[in-house]
């Protein structure tokens, strides 16, 4: 079973709609999470990180649940410009290294 | 503040040459990560680098590969005697601390001939 796994999408959505997707991972002593956007070819940016309590940031909503070990991710009111790879990144105290899932892919279409 | 630094942005080399990819980290920040992407893949980590030591080489090939963070000057990824499999993007990240989320810089594109 792979650390950190990911619907692949991708996922096509009109402008101005909500989407949401989840990202397991395996470890169960994972501390860290992470969402991390990337475009096309180029470098991931970090979008936010995973807090136990939940975190909002404008349009983007992370969850974590600990119980079945998985994040997720939702934004609202879709913008074209969210058209991209988003990255869920999990890390581990027991490991030095955060562990990339695959990416899901989100397509904003107006 | 600057951010990652990594340089060459694009290589190109031949069969058999060796290629260096150098990174920067931001200011104030010893540890540095290095990964490969490969088209249509994710990131894979390669190895993961606090100030002159290797702290975690596992995700790193045992031949040709190897990584240096020296006391002065930027990290290094060697690639000795290159294949066509090597080409692939290679992303440099930095953080602050150990576990603490981490900086991107825009990656070396290496294109084996």
């Known amino acids: 079973r792979k650390e950190v796994e990911q619907d692949p999408g991708p996922f096509n959505v009109p402008e101005g709609a909500t989407v949401a997707f989840n990202c397991t991972y395996s470890?169960?002593?994972?501390?860290?999470f992470f969402w991390y956007r990337q475009d096309c070819r180029k470098e991931p940016k970090l979008l936010m990180s995973v807090y136990s309590s939940g975190n909002e940031d404008g349009r983007f909503t992370a969850q974590l649940n600990r119980a079945s070990q998985y994040i997720s991710l939702l934004i609202r009111d879709s913008k074209l410009s969210d058209s991209a790879t988003y990255l869920c990144v999990v890390n581990s105290l027991n490991d030095y290294k955060l562990s990339f899932g695959a990416g899901t892919t989100v397509t904003v279409r107006a | 503040n600057a951010g990652v630094m990594q340089n060459p942005r694009h290589l190109v080399r031949r069969r058999g040459q060796e290629a260096r990819l150098r990174c920067s980290p931001m200011k104030g920040h010893s540890h540095v990560y290095w990964y490969r992407q490969l088209p249509e893949e994710g990131l894979k980590f390669m190895v993961y680098l606090q100030k002159e030591n290797i702290i975690d080489e596992s995700g790193m090939p045992k031949e040709r590969f190897s990584a240096e963070f020296p006391k002065e000057g930027p990290s290094i990824l060697r690639i000795q005697q290159v294949v066509r499999g090597d080409s692939a993007a290679y992303f440099c990240?930095?953080?602050?601390?150990?576990?603490?989320?981490?900086?991107f810089g825009s990656g070396t594109q290496l294109s084996v001939l």
């Open positions: 990240a930095s953080a602050e601390r150990r576990n603490e989320k981490l900086f």
């Open positions: 470890n169960s002593a994972s501390q860290s």
